[in-house]
């Protein structure tokens, strides 16, 4: 399947000589002279070991929580410790991001804190040692997710003969590479919300990299997730996750309609359309963030519990819905939009809610 792809990009570069591939948004480059500190942020061991991770659910053999819905305390508290620094340096990044679209402090101050922030992870390798099981994986494409989308963000700001900056980018090519290799090839039965999270985490970073190969292989899982919607307009493999189906759909919508945005900056168009099949999708999950008892109706299954909305309706949770609306009206979309904005992600790059402001007008 790459050499393939190696073939259409080397034709593209031949014959039309394809643009670079863009970002959906861009700030305004700040203009203040107020020097932001990276003190204030915490400083951080880069993770150079093996990732290998519990899962928040508990082992997988766990024949009473077959659904993956309810959470295990203690496995949760030891992911919680596993991962600090891993997230911590996530929610760094979203601050530097946000600090950034703010305005409020210079161009220079913040982009050398990005910089120094990753550069001892870069000098390190971090993250970049095996994933020996499941959430491992999930854990790096997470991280990377937040690395690509938050320098996005300042993307303007960085000088391409900077020493840091050249050692950064091949850290983040590194992370990708190996994000691609452990995300194909799948079982059909097994694609849901993690390999989503792992194609915007890779485009985003195709982005970063001007890699059409990265690119191409984001835009698959995204035409093979939309292939996976049932006829009613969900996704089976995230009804497999009982009482928490409605939540998981969510969780899947996040990427997806992330990744529908960034492909539609680079001429790809999946969302624009009133018959884009992302519509059914949204629509359904928009009924059950309304009223959750909607959503098992729509599902005409049976056997589905009650859902559990804990932490559904939240600022981050909810991110994708700035950016969807720049495409589509929708009155209850609308309505949560004013009572949860502004939406913010450190896997989605920071203030979600200020890139729909500074993302270019769409054609409809």
């Known amino acids: ?196 999270w792992a194609a915007w985490a890779v485009m985003n970073s195709a982005i970063i990299l001007d890699n059409r190969q990265y690119y191409r292989w984001a835009l698959d899982v995204y035409r093979h997730a939309m292939s996976q919607l049932n006829d009613k307009g969900l996704l089976p493999n995230e009804l497999k996750r009982n009482s928490l189906a409605l939540n998981y759909h969510n969780y899947a919508l996040v990427p997806l309609v992330m990744l529908a945005d960034l492909a539609y900056s680079n001429g790809d168009d999946f969302i624009s359309s009133p018959s884009a099949p992302i519509n059914q999708l949204v629509n359904n999950v928009t009924l059950g963030l309304v009223n959750h008892a909607d959503f098992n109706k729509i599902t005409d299954h049976p056997r589905l519990p009650e859902q559990t909305t804990k932490r559904l309706h939240t600022s981050y949770s909810l991110a994708w819905i700035p950016v969807y609306l720049k495409y589509h009206q929708n009155t209850p979309l609308i309505k949560l939009e004013q009572q949860y904005a502004p939406f913010k992600s450190a896997r989605l790059g920071g203030n979600v809610s200020l890139q729909a402001d500074n993302r270019a007008k769409i054609e409809h």
């Open 1 to 196: 399947m790459f050499n393939k792809r190696k073939l259409v990009l080397v034709g593209c570069l031949l014959i039309t000589g394809c643009q670079q591939l863009a970002p959906s948004y861009s700030y305004p480059i700040p203009v203040s002279d107020r020097v932001y500190s990276c003190e204030q942020l915490p400083r951080l061991t880069p993770y150079t070991d093996t990732l290998s991770f519990n899962s928040k659910y508990g082992p997988t053999d766990n024949q009473g929580n077959r659904g993956r819905d309810h959470i295990n305390p203690d496995w949760a508290a030891k992911y919680k410790q596993q991962t600090s620094d891993i997230r911590a340096l996530e929610q760094s990044l979203g601050k530097l991001s946000m600090s950034y679209a703010s305005g409020q402090f210079s161009a220079a101050s913040v982009s050398t804190c990005m910089l120094d922030t990753l550069g001892p992870w870069a000098e390190l390798n971090a993250l970049t040692c095996q994933a020996d099981n499941h959430t491992g994986k999930s854990v790096r494409k997470w991280a990377l997710a937040a690395i690509s989308s938050n320098y996005i963000g300042l993307i303007g700001s960085f000088d391409s003969s900077d020493p840091r900056v050249k050692k950064i980018k091949h850290w983040i090519d590194q992370i990708t590479r190996i994000t691609v290799l452990e995300w194909s090839n799948r079982a059909d039965k097994k694609i849901n919300n993690h390999d989503y």
